[in-house]
């Protein structure tokens, strides 16, 4: 399916407002059973994008990994933060996303004025200068590459779990729901990397002892923890 590249239309008006320096952020494994949260953080500058830069959720898995020893040459500067299963369960996704965005800001070489983020709702929140785009993993040049480099790793650290827990899957679906997901928690249960306290469990009688009520903790001693 065609689609129009990504430009750098949001990260222009963000300069003419002020902000010298934009990072764009996406997360990705909002919607899995296992596994982290991540969110990647890039800065592109103005430069024209490498070709075929866009949403990595249009691009095949062959076309994203090709992609990012590009994009790493590329970028400004990148990182990835991550939440991990447990913090997940205990923090909320809305929390959870928070805290890999921070660690992912945080880890950068370089401190933005302003931050695109992905989608309808301000996870993020202050003391950043955020900016929401929809679609902006597709729009934004600076978003685009952050969800390029983002899906590429945590596809990667599934793949690596799921080397102990092969009856998973998780090269196939980085832990997001499938019918083998799905047929392997109900014969073997949950594993140590999946979220206990997900909608999931409930569908899942025999092992509904392991599911974790969520007890918040706090958030501002999460925060300050690196990744």
Known sequence: MPYDPPTHSVERSLRRAGARLVVGLDEVGRGAWAGPVMVGAAVTGLRRPPEGLTDSKLLTERRREALVPILEDWVTAYAIGAASPREC????????????????????PVHPDAVILDGKHDYLGGPWRVR???KGDQSCVCVSAASVLAKVRRDALMAELGVDHPAFAFEENAGYPSPTHRAALEELGPTEHHRLSWAYMDALPRWSHLKRQRTPVDTGEQLSLGF
């Open 89 to 108: 369960d205990d923090l909320g996704m809305t929390a959870a996303l928070r805290l890999a965005a921070v660690r992912a800001l945080e880890a950068l």
């Open 132 to 134: 929401t785009v929809i």
